[in-house]
């Protein structure tokens, strides 16, 4: 009897000693598909989660022995991955667009016409603005002209941008409130005219003079900007985004959101590249917080090929005599770059075509040490010349957005002949030169979804399957490369591998459930996967 009564007590002290030795931990995911995107690219079964933190990753029989969880999810098998970086895309400006006319998916300037119609009989505002059409998708693939919109609104400024965000259309009620005529000079674009008469068309740097003289929103117009942006984000799993080009006044209302708790989702922020950004920034120096990263200057070298300002060594094939155009003179760039180099600022350049690219990648050659670590990237790297593939590397990353290419595919033939086509959106080239490629969207340039990133860089299709086989199919990424281009290699290319891109020990807790694997699933099944659930730090946010 003594013995069996010795043996319970054992077992008691057994049992309380294995209870107070527990961990606590604030949540256990398990009975999950998980890919870590590690550097083996392991996958697991469960991990736990304290202090908004990974705290261990591995099965959850052995996690459940370790740890004593305050909550415990089962995703019911269902795939998991590090939350979404998008590595270039437009955020604030995503939020604002809310709240203006979508010319999005237009077939036609008519139906331009009707949309923009329907939108001031509803919202009746003072000066009408949106984005989004494309001449390239309507039958007349002219830019429009803005003779209908005089006609209909003679006394409200319209200016309706193109998709790439680098050509509008404005009304001249808005060429008046901008002070524009046949007679005001520019550089760096155009400010088209016909027979001697303004047609409306602006494209790249004299856009700068219509966008000035609209309204700009007040505070709680940004912020409700802000917030809506985030909430089409986190319904797409992105739980960072990198936010090209914005301003003092916009950064500071970031950050205060973030302060007040509102604003969840993390932001790389680029500064715009202005002489009262350059002169404040540069002085500060990098500013970070977990979910506010300022440490880098967004510089536009030329424009887009669509609008057919994106600067080319040879003329467009549709339009001879014709090259496009630098944003800046050449040795503003290189001043500029000379000024970020000697701070700790990353510098981000918009390249498209092959001679802003070639600009663009010689002057960081030159002006990078071999060994600093630096990660200067190239947005966009759409157009490249055979003999300049050779600049990019871990320290100068080439950062793309797959769906550019199945955008710009029915047409890019045309702009570029077949020759040049080959070192067009050549993301498998460039990975294998760099050794890593950053994934982002450009949206609302292009749409937000990271699914369609993920179809357009795995299949070169459209959503129609077109065309078979796909567009330049030696381009392709694979499913790995992708997935590392969204998540480890996007953190890398903003210096934050550290802390977030892969379900690691230590990282942020940035996590998402889909309900179908991205990586198992039939290609065309990926543009329809959902979010079932996204998490930052932990917290449930969508």
Same mark, same amino acid.
């Given at each position: 009897?003594?013995?069996?009564?010795?043996?319970?007590?054992?077992?008691?002290?057994?049992?309380a000693?294995?209870?107070?030795?527990?961990?606590?931990?604030?949540?256990?995911?398990?009975?999950? !598909? +998980?890919?870590?995107?590690?550097?083996?690219?392991?996958k697991?079964?469960? *991990?736990?989660?304290?202090?908004?933190?990974?705290?261990?990753?591995?099965?959850?029989?052995e996690?459940?022995?370790?740890?004593?969880?305050?909550? &415990?999810?089962?995703?019911?098998g269902?795939?998991?991955?590090?939350?979404?970086?998008?590595?270039?895309?437009?955020?604030y400006?995503?939020?604002?667009?809310?709240?203006?006319?979508?010319?999005?998916?237009?077939?036609? *300037?008519?139906?331009v016409?009707?949309?923009?119609?329907?939108?001031? =009989?509803? &919202?009746?505002?003072?000066?009408?603005?949106g984005?989004?059409?494309?001449?390239?998708?309507?039958? #007349?693939?002219?830019?429009?002209?803005?003779?209908?919109?005089?006609?209909?609104?003679?006394?409200?400024p319209?200016?309706?941008?193109?998709?790439d %965000?680098?050509?509008?259309?404005?009304?001249?009620?808005?060429?008046?409130?901008? @002070?524009?005529t046949?007679?005001?000079? *520019?550089? @760096?674009?155009?400010?088209?005219?016909?027979?001697?008469?303004?047609t409306?068309i602006?494209?790249?740097?004299?856009m700068?003079l219509?966008? #000035?003289? =609209?309204?700009?929103?007040?505070?709680e117009?940004?912020?409700?900007?802000l917030?809506?942006?985030? /909430?089409?984000?986190f319904?797409?799993?992105?739980?960072?985004?990198?936010?090209?080009?914005? /301003?003092?006044?916009?950064i500071?209302?970031?950050?205060?959101?973030?302060e007040?708790?509102d604003?969840?989702?993390?932001?790389y922020?680029?500064?715009s590249?202005?002489? $009262?950004?350059? /002169?404040?920034?540069?002085?500060k120096?990098?500013?970070?917080?977990?979910r506010? #990263?300022?440490?880098?200057?967004?510089f536009?070298?030329?424009?887009?090929? @669509?609008?057919?300002?994106?600067?080319l060594?040879?003329?467009?094939?549709?339009?001879?005599?014709?090259?496009?155009?630098?944003l800046?003179?050449?040795?503003?760039?290189?001043?500029?770059?000379?000024?970020?180099?000697?701070s !700790?600022?990353?510098?981000?350049t918009?390249?498209? @075509?092959?001679?802003?690219?070639?600009?663009?990648?010689?002057?960081?050659?030159e002006?990078?040490?071999?060994?600093?670590?630096?990660?200067?990237?190239?947005?966009?790297?759409?157009?490249?010349?055979?003999?300049?593939f050779?600049?990019f590397?871990?320290?100068?990353?080439?950062?793309?957005?797959?769906?550019h290419?199945?955008s710009?595919?029915?047409?890019?033939?045309e702009?570029?002949?077949? $020759?040049?086509?080959k070192?067009?959106?050549?993301?498998?080239?460039?990975?294998?030169?760099?050794?890593? +490629?950053?994934? %982002?969207?450009?949206?609302?340039?292009?749409?937000?979804s990271?699914?369609?990133?993920?179809?357009?860089?795995v299949?070169?299709?459209?959503?129609?399957?077109?065309?078979e086989?796909g567009?330049?199919?030696?381009?392709?990424?694979?499913?790995?490369?992708?997935?590392?281009?969204?998540?480890?290699?996007?953190?890398f290319?903003?210096?934050?591998?550290?802390?977030?891109?892969?379900?690691?020990?230590g990282?942020f807790?940035?996590?998402?459930?889909?309900?179908?694997?991205?990586?198992?699933?039939?290609?065309?099944?990926?543009? %329809?996967?959902?979010?079932l659930?996204t998490?930052?730090?932990?917290?449930?946010?969508?």
């Open positions: 009897m003594k013995k069996i009564l010795f043996i319970l007590i054992l077992a008691v002290i057994s049992t000693c294995d209870s107070t030795e527990k961990e606590p931990a604030d949540l256990l995911v398990f009975n999950a !598909e +998980i890919y870590t995107v590690d550097s083996s690219f392991s697991a079964e469960a *991990f736990v989660v304290r202090d908004g933190k990974f705290l261990a990753v591995g099965s959850s029989e996690l459940r022995e370790k740890y004593e969880v305050s909550e &415990n999810y089962n995703a019911g269902k795939a998991v991955f590090p939350g979404f970086i998008d590595a270039h895309a437009h955020f400006r995503l939020g604002l667009q809310q709240n203006r006319v979508d010319l999005t998916g237009t077939e036609s *300037f008519e139906e016409i009707t949309r923009i119609v329907e939108f001031q =009989q509803k &919202n009746a505002v003072d000066f009408i603005t984005r989004g059409w494309d001449q390239n998708d309507w039958e #007349n693939k002219e830019f429009p002209t803005k003779d209908t919109l005089d006609r209909l609104f003679p006394d409200t319209i200016a309706v941008t193109r998709i %965000g680098h050509a509008l259309l404005a009304n001249q009620a808005a060429l008046d409130a901008a @002070g524009i046949t007679e005001t000079p *520019f550089e @760096g674009g155009d400010i088209e005219q016909k027979s001697g008469r303004l409306g602006i494209v790249d740097n004299p700068s219509v966008t #000035n003289a =609209q309204p700009e929103p007040t505070t117009e940004q912020t409700t900007a917030m809506a942006a985030q /909430d089409i984000c319904k797409y799993g992105l739980t960072t985004v990198v936010d090209a080009g914005i /301003d003092k006044n916009t500071e209302l970031m950050d205060n959101l973030h007040e708790g604003l969840k989702i993390r932001i922020a680029m500064i590249n202005t002489e $009262e950004n350059l /002169d404040f920034f540069l002085e120096g990098p500013y970070k917080t977990d506010l #990263n300022v440490r880098s200057i967004k536009y070298g030329d424009g887009a090929l @669509g609008s057919r300002g994106a600067a060594k040879e003329e467009y094939t549709d339009r001879p005599s014709h090259f496009g155009a630098l800046s003179p050449i040795e503003d760039f290189e001043e500029t770059a000379r000024r970020i180099a000697a !700790e600022f990353q510098l981000n918009h390249a498209i @075509g092959d001679s802003a690219n070639y600009l663009v990648l010689k002057t960081y050659d002006l990078l040490s071999e060994g600093e670590d630096r990660r200067w990237r190239v947005e966009h790297s759409q157009v490249i010349d055979e003999e300049d050779k600049y590397s871990k320290n100068i990353i080439p950062s793309v957005q797959p769906t290419a199945t710009d595919m029915y047409w890019a033939e702009r570029l002949g077949q $020759e040049r086509l070192g067009a959106y050549a993301y498998k080239k460039l990975l294998d030169q760099a050794g890593i +490629i950053a994934l %982002g969207t450009d949206f609302p340039v292009e749409e937000v990271p699914f369609l990133t993920f179809y357009a860089a299949t070169r299709q459209d959503t129609e399957n077109y065309p086989g567009f330049m199919a030696n381009e392709a990424l694979s499913r790995e490369e992708t997935l590392r281009g969204m998540t480890i290699w996007a953190a290319s903003n210096f934050e591998e550290d802390e977030k891109g892969s379900i690691e020990k990282k807790a940035d996590f998402i459930v889909l309900d179908q694997d991205i990586m198992k699933v039939k290609a065309e099944n990926i543009p %329809g996967i959902k979010v659930e998490y930052v730090n932990g917290e449930k946010v969508f």
